[in-house]
Nanobody, 121 residues
């Protein structure tokens, strides 16, 4: 079992940057791949990025490639999402999740409570 707590969300202007963090409890953090997902009002949850257990492999949704960077620090039990050049339509609640290496939500049994990101135009 792992507990996840996101932080770093907030209000930013279009073109700005935010860095999200997700702190995990427990000593098994490095056993899980980690993913970031987001859900905008009235829309389905969508995959944003993932990182493998060791951090050696990453994958991104096409819409964020080149602007977002996922990373992890297993010594700190933390995964990060650096978001640059943010757009208003990326306003959403951002969730981190722990599980298998995949882009589907059902591959991640553990989820944080989410952090709100609002991008103003």
């Amino acid at each position: 079992q792992v507990r996840l707590v996101e932080s770093g969300g907030g209000l930013v202007q279009a073109g700005g940057s935010l860095r999200l963090s997700c702190a995990a409890s427990g000593r098994t953090f490095s056993s899980y791949a980690m993913g970031w997902f987001r859900q905008a009002p009235g829309k389905e949850r969508e995959f944003v990025a993932l990182v493998s257990r060791t951090g050696a492999s990453t994958s991104y949704a096409d819409s964020v490639k080149g602007r977002f960077t996922i990373s992890r620090d297993n010594a700190k039990n933390t995964v990060y999402l650096q978001m640059n050049s943010l757009k208003p339509d990326e306003t959403a609640v951002y969730y981190c999740a722990a599980g298998e290496l995949g882009v589907r939500g059902y591959e991640y049994p553990y989820w944080g409570q989410g952090t709100q990101v609002t991008v103003s135009s």
